[in-house]
């Protein structure tokens, strides 16, 4: 028999009796629909992190904390030189730097005595009160601390240069229209008032260059300013009095590009044994990338079971159709049709049955996950832009398809060689 | 002047069951048969006319004896060329029609040219022809679980005939039938024999069906007991 007319033999016979078969592609339509969901999450919060830590363009720094000296033995005494005073505050910005001791200038030549470390940078701290432009309405805002040694996922614009002399601010894509400008395009290389409050209770104001607007995310929130800016403004803010030793909340270390990931972690824990707390973003994210992989693992899991008592289905339906065409198999054989072409003709059946159910269950779960993916990102998770919880990529859409096919296969298999083993004389008199 | 020999049985038997239930089915059967014979095998229910028929056919081998189709040994083809060879030479009629069920009276006829891997344009054009030629043409595209017992098995003939065999083998071809419907089914097969020198091997318990044959070969526990046309005495 020619390899075309098997196959549309095939396809004939699934729908020959159609209740069976649908009742078999609806197991398989039940595996293959939650392993595209389950494998979409994955790839959803996979892309969104790696997109987040690619747009940061920090993957050669340590986020540096001073941890709380781990005392056993009762408070820890005073020491001009190296207790530092600690606020009590979260420190802002980016997840995981947690309250701290400040960093002294001390810590931070420590810092840069490792091995590997090729530049600390403290992260300075600015608090502003308001931001306006041209005399419009004032707003809050928060200057993000990494932000000048971070990059920021733009809507417009360019990303912050550090060694410019002029003062250059990112502004977030919500303050565009409440600032009154038409579009984030209009908003960059004007000049907005940043409104500080310096020690002494005095209010200022610095002007500013918008150079960029970006897009708010998890790991960057708030605006951006680079080091002139923030220098600028701590500089206004201290008003000129001595606020004693310089104090810092966190420092960024840059690493040698050129370390290993098993050098990074030595390094990081050399760093970590000197007292200091040392986080790469990869750090801070495989955390949650840890836990959603876990959960993606038991849907997968709970996935692949369903798909497994599909087979047996398989196995039933196709076992009892080779029953029911017992005869038909023997007038086959009878008219000279080889048992290799049996076994393939039933195979076929089971690679239709596992292709039906596979896209369906595929095609329904792009759908639903589509439109579920477009409310959730409107809705809960309007926070985060750039979330697309629901990813779908062709490849493993393509690859569960294979995979249930090839578990059809398999299934179809055992019946298949039932029917190619059948003797056409015992099959002709079979009633 | 004899027609050339089709099918060469000598001293064939076969046996059936194991230990004590073991039974001869067939006992040392000699026969042959020539081109355009017509041919009943007639003999009760267990006289072993059906095993006859199934070892002529190439559906089962024989455990004594040897068996050529056209001059060849069947023992020495592979399962391949004898799959071929029931293919090409061979058609089938049986009592029970064996159509697929939910599949057009087309798809029905055309199994055997579909197995053979002729392309869809030629099985269709000459299963067409075929039915035309035993008026059946306006029911190509009927369901064949739609059509009358009498339709039914015209369907199943139009199927042997499809692949142009050299021989058709009846199992009791009117067996399912009624006495006007098998009537014609009979004329049918007769006139294929008749008009194209298909040979023609009726399977039969019915001794009026038999009748109308050239040559009868009665079967009883499974041994010949007469042979119309045996090769001494061949028409």
């Known amino acids: 028999m020619r390899p075309q007319d098997l196959l549309a033999k095939a396809a004939h016979n699934t729908f020959r009796s159609k209740l069976r078969t649908t009742l078999t592609v609806l197991a398989l339509f039940v595996g293959a629909f939650t392993l ?40 820890t005494p005073y020491d001009p030189d190296t207790s530092s ?69 733009l809507v417009a614009g360019k990303q912050l240069g550090d060694g410019s002399s002029a003062r250059q601010l990112i502004l977030p894509s919500d303050y565009v229209d409440a600032l009154g400008f038409d579009d984030a395009e209009s908003a960059i ?186 409310a959730l990102s409107a809705g809960p998770l309007a926070a985060l832009p750039g979330l697309h919880i629901l990813l779908f990529e062709p490849g493993s859409i393509l690859g569960i398809m294979l995979l249930i096919t090839a578990i059809a296969f398999l299934a179809g298999t055992l019946p298949a060689r039932r029917a190619a083993r059948k003797d056409p004389i015992e099959s002709l008199r079979y009633e | 002047m004899h027609a050339e020999t089709v099918i060469d049985a000598q001293g064939i038997g076969k046996e059936y069951g194991k230990g004590t239930e073991r039974f001869a089915a067939l006992r040392d059967v000699t026969l042959r048969i020539s081109k355009g014979e017509c041919v009943a095998i007639v003999g009760k229910s267990g006289s072993g006319k059906s095993t006859l028929m199934h070892l002529l056919a190439l559906l089962d081998t024989p455990d004594t004896g040897t068996l050529a189709i056209d001059g ?53 054009e000459r299963a067409l022809a075929v039915l035309e030629g035993l008026d059946l043409a306006e029911k190509a595209s009927s369901n064949a679980n739609d059509l009358s017992g009498g339709q039914k098995q015209r369907v199943v003939i139009a199927r042997a005939l499809v692949g142009d065999p050299t021989v058709i083998f009846a199992d009791e071809p009117t067996g399912n039938l009624d006495t006007a419907t098998g009537g014609i089914v009979e004329d049918t097969l007769f006139a294929l024999n008749r008009d194209r020198g298909i040979t023609l091997i009726i399977v039969t318990h019915d001794e009026e069906l038999a009748s109308r044959c050239s040559r009868q070969i009665f079967l009883r526990d499974g041994a010949i007991v007469s042979d119309s046309g045996a090769p001494a005495v061949a028409a």
């Open chain 2, 72 to 124: 060849v040994d069947a023992r020495s083809l592979s399962r391949a060329r004898l799959s071929e060879l029931r293919n090409r030479t061979f058609g089938f009629v049986f009592q029970q029609f064996f159509l697929a069920p939910g599949t057009s009276v087309l798809d029905n006829v055309t199994l055997p040219l579909e197995i053979a891997g002729v392309p869809p344009r030629r099985r269709r």
């Open chain 1, 189 to 374: 290389g004007s000049t907005v008032q940043l409104g500080i409050t310096d020690v002494l209770g005095k209010q200022h104001t610095v002007d500013a260059e918008v150079v960029g607007v970006a897009q708010e995310s998890l790991l960057s929130s708030g605006a951006g300013g680079n080091t002139t800016l923030v220098a600028e403004l701590a500089d206004v803010q201290a008003a000129g009095v001595d606020t004693g030793p310089a104090r810092y909340a966190i420092a960024v270390a840059h690493f040698d590009t050129t370390l290993t990931a098993a050098q990074v972690d030595d390094l990081k824990g050399e760093i970590t044994a000197a007292g200091f707390g040392a986080q790469t973003i990869q750090d801070q994210l495989g955390v949650i990338k840890t836990v959603i992989d876990g959960i993606i693992g038991v849907l997968n899991a709970f996935a692949i079971v369903a798909l497994l008592a599909a087979a047996f289905g398989i196995v039933n339906t196709l076992l009892m159709s080779v029953q029911e065409r017992t005869r038909e198999i023997g007038l086959m054989k009878a008219m000279g049709m080889r048992s290799g072409a049996v076994f393939t003709l039933f195979s076929l059946e089971a690679i239709v049955i596992g292709l039906l159910g596979s896209a369906i269950g595929a095609g329904a779960a792009i759908l639903l996950g589509t439109a579920l993916s477009g």
């Open chain 1, 85 to 153: 005073a600690s606020d009590g505050t979260t420190a802002p910005g980016l997840p995981g730097t947690g309250s701290s001791d400040p960093l002294t200038e001390a810590d931070l030549d420590e810092l840069a005595d490792f091995d590997g470390i090729v530049s600390v940078d403290p992260i300075q701290v600015a608090a502003v009160d308001y931001v306006e432009y041209e005399g419009g309405s004032r707003y809050e805002l928060t200057i993000n601390p990494t932000s000048s040694v971070t990059k920021s996922s």
């Open chain 1, 36 to 75: 595209t969901l389950t494998t979409a999450v994955g790839a959803g919060v996979t892309d969104y992190v790696t997109t987040q830590v690619a747009s940061l363009g920090a993957d050669d720094v340590f986020i540096v904390t001073r941890t709380a000296a781990t005392t056993t033995d009762g408070p």
